[in-house]
């Protein structure tokens, strides 16, 4: 059977739990393609459930929790299947699992997480700031994974008071920041007026990146391997 739940971790343990007794059990957050002769359900979310696996799987691992909510970012089509199998390793096991490298689960669910992990990391470095009229600062950009609030607090700090807005223009969501809260919000588009300043920035920029690019020596996978291409998109030099 496939279960279909909203891809919250609260939606997750309550389909876990329904499907605890289904060895052939597959969970959907997303579309999915049903087989001849297969069913589905579409779980509804039980709060008071949810918390009694969640204390259940704290009791195995206390950083079950965390590694869920790392693995349900993911934008890998496969997160479901991969939480699943590990979730039901560690149920069996009632103990700590990550360290079992050797079995199949275990890898997945670590390479699913690290992926998440290197995307933040990268776009510490990675994303671009842009000068609105208002002095407010709007970084659009498009990652493979649903991180937007992970990567702002590093720019709450970075940035030292100044608000700021990171826009995730696939999933259609923004981490806005007034300088001290962060909070997520749904923004479908954003039209932003640039300050006069930042018009004169991204000009400069671009003309140093001009003038120090050697056409006749571009050196492009090297380049694609210090900056994924599809994040090229929103770069200044680029655009």
Known sequence: MIYFYDGTKEAFLTAFLLAWGDREAVFA???AQLS??????FVRTDAAAAKRAE?????FDKESMRDLGTMLRSGDANRDAVALAYFRLLAEKKRPVRGMLADDAVRAADECMRRVGLEIHRFHGFLRFMESASGALYAPFSP???ICDL??????????GYPFVIHD??????????GK???VAPLERAEVALSADETEWQSLWKTYYASVN????ERLKQMRGYMPVRYWKHLTEFR
Request: with cysteine; aromatic share 6%.
């Open 29 to 31: 957050s997303q579309n």
């Open 36 to 41: 001849l002769g297969q069913t589905c359900t």
């Open 55 to 59: 204390q259940r799987f704290l009791s």
């Open 144 to 146: 493979d994974n649903d």
């Open 151 to 160: 990567v702002a607090p590093h720019f709450r700090a970075r940035l030292g």
């Open 169 to 178: 223009v696939k999933r259609k969501k923004a981490a806005v920041c007034d």
């Open 181 to 183: 809260t962060i909070f």
């Open 214 to 217: 050697i056409p006749s020596r």
